[in-house]
Nanobody, 119 residues
Framework: QVQLVESGGGLVQAGGSLTLSCAASGSFSSINNMGWYRQAPGKQRELVAAITSAGSANYADSVKGRFTISRDNAKNTMYLQMNSLKPEDTAVYYC?????????????WGQGTQVTVSS
């Protein structure tokens, strides 16, 4: 069974920084695309940033220039560096990955980590 475990969330003041990590564990052949999503209270889950296995990244317009997604394939870990945080960034952040197990690909979600930005 493949698991994704997020860490690094917390409470920070506006203008501050946080780094989220997402570590994959279990038995799998490879991890393809990975991404960070977030869901604020009363809102739908939205894509924040995504990264391919080759390292190509894309971002939601709301976080461009402030957030940086990266991954360490050797460690099966993805990161989200969040700078210049705003109160509207407050949400539960989830990591997501397309994980290949032998000949099949599965979409896996982490349990989420809370990020709260105070004004």
């Amino acid at each position: 069974q493949v698991q994704l475990v997020e860490s690094g969330g917390g409470l920070v003041q506006a203008g501050g920084s946080l780094t989220l990590s997402c570590a994959a564990s279990g038995s799998f052949s490879s991890i393809n695309n990975m991404g960070w999503y977030r869901q604020a209270p009363g809102k739908q889950r939205e894509l924040v940033a995504a990264i391919t296995s080759a390292g190509s990244a894309n971002y939601a317009d709301s976080v461009k220039g402030r957030f940086t997604i990266s991954r360490d394939n050797a460690k099966n870990t993805m990161y989200l560096q969040m700078n210049s945080l705003k109160p509207e960034d407050t949400a539960v952040y989830y990591c997501n990955a397309d994980v290949r197990v032998f000949l099949r690909t599965f979409e896996v979600w982490g349990q989420g980590t809370q990020v709260t930005v105070s004004s």
